[in-house]
T-cell receptor
Framework: SQQGEEDPQALSIQEGENATMNCSYKTSINNLQWYRQNSGRGLVHLILIRSNEREKHSGRLRVTLDTSKKSSSLLITASRAADTASYFCATDNSTLGRLYFGRGTQLTVWP | DADVTQTPRNRITKTGKRIMLECSQTKGHDRMYWYRQDPGLGLRLIYYSFDVKDINKGEISDGYSVSRQAQAKFSLSLESAIPNQTALYFC????FGGGQETQYFGPGTRLLVL
């Protein structure tokens, strides 16, 4: 499978804490993206990091990419209850021009 | 108004019935996709279309067919529904702008096959 795999499958934290999710993948990529899904709803694009980038920030989100280890991490700082959702990584294989999604990390942030 | 819409939002059908799920987009994107989501399995690609004349099978196309009626419309049909096709179905679009495949998802159709 060319899917990314997120780790952990589930994460439960208190508001104010940081949440870190990891993604590993198998093939070379053009870029890696993170998406968020609120329960039962469509996925929403959060952030994209290109294969030649190592770190990227967007608000409370920080994404890192290590192409030598074929892995990425998503850090959400100062989490809020509203961050409760599933988070998916998706890899873009430039040869095929389509995305491969992982199975997601279910994040629960307790007030 | 939402950029990517799906109809119906919920559907209950019986085994053996043919049903169609519809997707429309106002984003002007050439690329459209159909995924299904099952608990614990993430998103799996059923079919995708890079333009009106281009249709490609994804990982799990058996039992499904699609029609790209226009740039803005991409429908998914279940020829003869079976219970293990019970799932949440998503349509998505992208424009592959600058070589970057960011996708925009519809709200989903929840399908129950009895």
């Amino acid at each position: 499978s060319q899917q990314g795999e997120e780790d952990p499958q589930a994460l439960s934290i208190q508001e104010g804490e940081n949440a870190t999710m990891n993604c590993s993948y198998k093939t070379s990529i053009n870029n890696l993206q993170w998406y968020r899904q609120n329960s039962g709803r469509g996925l929403v694009h959060l952030i994209l990091i290109r294969s030649n980038e190592r770190e990227k920030h967007s608000g409370r989100l920080r994404v890192t990419l290590d192409t030598s280890k074929k892995s990425s991490s998503l850090l959400i700082t100062a989490s809020r209850a509203a961050d409760t959702a599933s988070y998916f990584c998706a890899t873009d294989n430039s040869t095929l021009g389509r995305l491969y999604f992982g199975r997601g990390t279910q994040l629960t942030v307790w007030p | 108004d939402a950029d990517v819409t799906q109809t119906p939002r919920n559907r209950i059908t019986k085994t053996g019935k043919r049903i169609m799920l519809e997707c429309s987009q106002t984003k002007g994107h050439d690329r459209m996709y159909w995924y299904r989501q099952d608990p614990g399995l993430g998103l799996r690609l059923i079919y995708y279309s890079f333009d009106v004349k281009d249709i490609n099978k994804g990982e799990i196309s058996d039992g499904y067919s699609v029609s790209r009626q226009a740039q803005a419309k991409f429908s998914l049909s279940l020829e003869s529904a079976i219970p293990n096709q019970t799932a949440l179905y998503f349509c998505a679009t992208s424009d592959f702008g600058g070589g970057q495949e960011t996708q925009y998802f519809g709200p989903g159709t929840r399908l129950l096959v009895l």
